[in-house]
């Protein structure tokens, strides 16, 4: 298991893997910055992919997501928009 950190992308967002190989996403801690409401919005694919997991936290918070009976597979890369000053995600992957 690896641990990718995904650091604020604007309105774009940035693609975090490629469709060369299968990734598999067994979770994710994301965390707001100080002061602003934080978001971060996971995409099957590219930027106009499937949405597979998007959350919102309020401003100085975190929030662990654990899929514990099962792990989100990706085939076609791995997308990932975050937006809110110094919010990060940070990606629980294999």
Sequence with gaps: MIL????VSGSVGKQVFSSTQPTFLHGFLFRAG??????????DGNASGEVVAEVIVPSNNSHDFNFTDHCVRFDKGMHVKVIGASAAAYLYLS
């Design 4 to 7: 990718k950190q995904v650091t």
């Design 34 to 43: 100080t002061g602003v409401t934080a978001t971060c919005t996971i995409r």
